[in-house]
């Protein structure tokens, strides 16, 4: 893999052009590069598990810190010439285009070129997060603070553990992150989010609720100790989890008409191909699911094989 930082990018049309470099699109990129496209990966290098120490769940990789991850997956690119990456670099438009190229892409980077062409594109810029208004959750959010149970929980066994969120769908969180604990509190920093009749139902299973807001969190070096309330009350607890509101980014489509649902997410079939030709979603920019790293890399992986299936015009099983 080259850096296209670093060497020019030719004005001759990729195969692809994958938006997002992250689990989803670098696995797109090594499935590519396997199958001798033309690749070309714009990733913004802002990635949403910046904060967290060690991510979990992917196979060989349990533990391992997610730069290391994406560290990894860039060194086997090397093996791949044909596949290029532009660091620090933004998509501002896909446009529809006449031929040679399906589709002409607008970039902003210091060292980038304004314009690439290619005759596909692959879309995984993943999410883009808003935590709630707490005062220091920034200070523990990726340390003793997560937002994935699937990914985290495990580490936090047995603990007392706070759930903190401003949304409806707290009590279902609730009862998976009981799962892991016998001594959970959920706490809604004020809003009513849940009724009288799901707090009864939580408290059946053990599962506190608190629901003045939240003055302050308490801890040291990124461990959460308390959530001390507007009332002056400091619950203890030893972790926990916050549920974040997610957004997509992809302004850069709306030129091309592209479906999506009513959260933004684009919509795509079973293979990853959405409703404009030669577009393709993977991870989680497409329709939402399971936020975990393996299932993101799995679905790029996916994408990649129908996008070369579609280039060269067959259609197989899979």
């Known amino acids: 893999m080259v850096d296209s930082a670093h060497d020019p990018v030719e004005d001759v049309p990729f195969d692809a052009v994958i938006i997002g470099g992250g689990p989803a699109g670098l696995s797109a990129a090594l499935n590519l590069g396997r199958a001798r496209a033309r690749v070309l990966v714009v990733d913004a290098d802002r990635p949403r598990n910046a904060a967290t120490l060690n991510s979990h769940g992917f196979l060989t990789r349990d533990g391992v810190p997610p730069a290391e991850l994406r560290r990894l997956a860039r060194a086997e690119l090397e093996a ?150 507007a009332d002056g009350t400091a619950v203890r607890v030893d972790g926990g989890f916050v549920r974040p509101r997610w957004h997509t980014a992809l302004e850069f489509l709306h030129g091309l008409g592209i479906d999506v649902d009513t959260d933004g997410h684009l919509l795509v079939d079973r293979s990853g191909r959405t409703s404009v030709a030669g577009v393709y979603g993977a991870g989680d920019a497409a329709a939402p699911g399971p936020q975990q790293l393996i299932v993101a890399a799995g679905q790029g992986a996916r994408a990649a094989v129908v996008l070369v299936h579609d280039l060269v015009g067959v259609t197989t099983a899979h």
């Open 80 to 229: 791949y010439p044909q596949v290029r990456m532009l660091s620090r670099t933004r998509v501002v438009e896909v446009e529809a285009a006449d031929a040679p190229a399906r589709f002409e892409l607008r970039l902003d980077g210091r060292r980038a070129p304004a314009l690439v062409r290619a005759h596909a594109v692959l879309v995984a810029t993943g999410l883009r997060e808003t935590l709630p208004d707490v005062p220091g959750i920034r200070a523990f959010y990726g340390m003793s603070l997560f937002s994935c149970a699937a990914c985290d929980a495990w580490e936090l066994q047995d603990r007392p553990l706070a759930l903190i969120g401003e949304t409806p769908d707290l009590p279902a969180r609730a009862r998976l992150i009981a799962r892991w604990t016998h001594d959970l509190t959920v706490f809604t920093n004020g809003a009513d989010v849940l009724d009288a009749v799901e707090e009864a139902e939580l408290a059946a299973s053990g599962i506190r609720v608190r629901r003045h807001p939240i003055a302050d969190l308490e801890g040291d070096r990124g461990r959460l100790t308390a959530v001390r309330l």
